[in-house]
């Protein structure tokens, strides 16, 4: 892993899920940053909370909900620091790229999208991942693109293989929920899985990659 998500703030379905610890946790993302010595990003949600979040995080995260939100997107672009943009379940490539846009306008130009599933008429799995997505984003943008398999599945016996797939279409990187005991997980217990799964993801999406004749960046 070369970067650690960890959400302060959770945009829910439900009113009644966690919504994560709000702006008090972000003296523990700070805490972590520290203490593992690695970059970290979160979920920023609202325009208000982007000068604090610029003194926690190393990236921001527009979560799917958000996309749409051009207020945030217009204020993330007046800072500096990576934004990291996941497509709304319901949108079209070419409305995510307009998106990500607002930012650059703005005066951020350092984007990177993420593909994280689409709303289809199939119910077995949470998301549809669309890697169509990625491999016509690599061959027409200049944007880093990557995919995150576990909010594209909703399954965790499904996230190796669409980890593999993604690698294969062109990701330039993956995001995936790690958790020592996915079971407790207050947030998406049922698609995190563990670090040993998650080593095993990573050996083998590294042979896939230099299959491909590229490398996989070691923290």
């Not at 997107?73 to 079209?92: D, Y």
């Not at 199939?122 to 995919?147: C, G, I, Q």
């Not at 399954?155 to 593999?164: A, G, N, Q, T, V």
């Not at 020592?180 to 217990?189: F, G, I, K, Q």
Request: charged fraction near 20%; proline fraction near 5%; include cysteine.
């Amino acid at each position: 892993a070369t970067i650690l998500r960890g959400g302060v703030y959770k945009m829910r379905t439900s009113p009644d899920a966690f919504q994560g610890l709000g702006s008090n946790a972000l003296s523990f993302v700070d805490e972590v940053t520290k203490n593992l010595g690695m970059p970290i990003v979160s979920e920023v949600t609202d325009p208000r909370q982007v000068a604090d979040f610029a003194q926690a995080v190393d990236m921001f995260q527009v979560g799917s909900r958000n996309m749409y939100n051009y207020e945030l997107l217009r204020e993330l672009g007046q800072f500096k620091k990576p934004v990291l943009l996941k497509r709304a379940f319901a949108a079209t490539v070419d409305e995510w790229i307009k998106a990500a846009d607002y930012v650059i306008k703005g005066g951020n130009d350092n984007v990177v999208l993420c593909e994280r599933g689409i709303r289809t008429f199939e119910p077995t799995t949470r998301n549809t991942l669309d890697l169509n997505s990625v491999a016509y984003l690599k061959a027409h943008t200049s944007f880093p693109v990557v995919v995150d398999p576990s909010h594209g599945t909703g399954r965790p016996e499904l996230i190796l293989p669409m980890s593999l797939a993604g690698v294969a279409a062109g990701a330039d990187g993956l995001i995936i929920e790690v958790h020592p005991r996915p079971s407790e997980a207050l947030s998406d217990a049922h698609q995190a899985i563990t670090f040993e799964q998650f080593r095993t993801i990573v050996e083998q999406v590294t042979k896939v990659a230099n299959a491909l004749g590229r490398q996989v960046e070691k923290p």
